[in-house]
């Protein structure tokens, strides 16, 4: 029988006393760092605006990778745009040579392919200078998704910096109920216009925020009186569902009838709340960048020379790391144990109705056999102990 988890460990940051100290900067390059920047409410609200401020005709083909959560791929059909899907190589990028099979760009600009969506993975950025030299010869732009990697060199630039627009989703790095941030080197941002939410979203995105805390068992000296008045708010509600449990099949796809399932677009073009742009603006952020790498390492040696498992890639100095990527063989047995014991970790099995499979795609192996171990730097040092440990007794 799996040991008794008395409360999952957070799946992403959560405010503690530990998280207003340190020193300001990172001392790493930031997507923020941009000229042009604009905070919205999520990742996918970034892509949204990007593509819109693209103005691309109706029915435009826009590229994107067959390794992907859905919220990727959404803002694509929200928008009346058509993905069109590219294969990966081993190092994560697009088989740039593949491209020229999906889509040729041509003289009629509703029939070739328009721009191309390309992400930094798991918070371990690479040079995109590749993919700038294609977009370049063939007028497509290129929206650089960093969703993963808010911090870190992406060869000689900086992450954000190769993109006709770079996206990033504030909520993987910050303590946050929501926000993103769209951003361009070499476009204004001035055009796209967001309106402010009301006061009730605003109050209960500050009182999310403290819950969370509390449900995670943040901020001690708080938790008693922090704990008797959710325990009130919420004693009228009825018990929490047990947590979703991972797909028993290796591979699934969303259903046709609910595409948008979890990819709600209704808000893209609403400013984030208050204590989201509070939090963003005055955190300390050099502890972000170091306990991720420090996390990401005890992971990675916790879990070296495991038996059917692998570390697809290591961290450099200069990164700050969303997640671990473990390849495991038994990866459907191995993550449902996880997910039942409240550990960190994400799985992108479930695909956008439509990704084909394509010949030397890494995307499609990856989404059936790679864990991404969560490394946040509100896990402790136990607590991220507790995550080697526990994937090593299900391998």
Not at 140 to 151: G, M, N, P, R
Not at 181 to 193: E, I, P, Q, T, Y
Not at 300 to 315: E, I, N
Request: aromatic share 6%; charged share 20%.
């Amino acid at each position: 029988m799996s040991p008794a988890y008395p409360q999952a460990l957070p799946r992403g940051p959560v405010l503690d006393w530990s998280s207003l100290s340190g020193a300001k900067g990172a001392e790493l390059p930031a997507v923020d760092q941009a000229p042009a920047r604009l905070l919205v409410t999520s990742g996918r609200a970034a892509l949204a605006l990007a593509l819109q401020a693209l103005q691309l005709p109706a029915g435009a083909k826009v590229l994107v990778p067959t390794y992907h959560c859905p919220t990727m791929i959404a803002p694509v059909v929200h928008a009346g745009l058509e993905p069109v899907f590219y294969a990966l190589g081993e190092d994560g990028l697009p088989r740039l040579e593949t491209l020229e099979t999906l889509e040729t760009p041509r003289s009629d600009a509703a029939e070739g392919a328009r721009a191309i969506i390309v992400a930094h993975l798991f918070g371990l950025p690479r040079s995109l200078a590749a993919v700038r030299r294609w977009c370049d010869a063939r007028g497509v732009a290129l929206i650089e998704d960093c969703a993963h990697s808010f911090f870190g060199q992406a060869g000689d630039r900086a992450v954000g910096g190769w993109g006709d627009f770079a996206t990033a989703s504030l909520t993987k790095f910050f303590p946050v109920p929501e926000a993103g941030l769209l951003v361009s080197a070499s476009h204004s941002l001035d055009g796209l216009r967001l309106t402010s939410q009301g006061w009730k979203a605003q109050l209960k995105g500050a009182v999310d925020v403290l819950e969370t805390a509390t449900q995670s068992g943040r901020l001690r000296g708080l938790q008693p009186a922090l704990r008797g008045l959710f325990t009130l708010k919420n004693h009228r509600r009825r018990p929490h569902a047990a947590p979703a449990q991972a797909p028993a099949v290796a591979h699934t796809m969303l259903a046709s009838g609910d595409p948008f399932q979890g990819c709600d677009m209704s808000r893209s073009n609403k400013l984030p709340l208050a204590v989201a742009r509070w939090a963003y603006a005055r955190l300390p952020r050099a502890r972000i960048a170091a306990r991720r790498r420090a996390n990401f390492q005890h992971l990675k040696q916790a879990l070296a020379g495991s038996r059917g498992a692998r570390v697809l890639f290591d961290a450099s100095p200069t990164d700050a790391p969303y997640a671990l990527p473990l390849w495991v063989d038994d990866a459907d047995r191995v993550y449902q144990g996880l997910r039942a014991a409240g550990m960190p970790v994400f799985r992108w099995d479930k695909l956008w109705v439509g990704t084909p499979v394509l010949a030397g795609d890494e995307g499609g192996r990856w989404s059936r056999h790679v864990l991404q171990l969560l490394c946040h730097q509100d896990l402790s040092d136990s607590e991220t102990a507790l995550v080697a440990a526990t994937v090593r007794r299900l391998l």
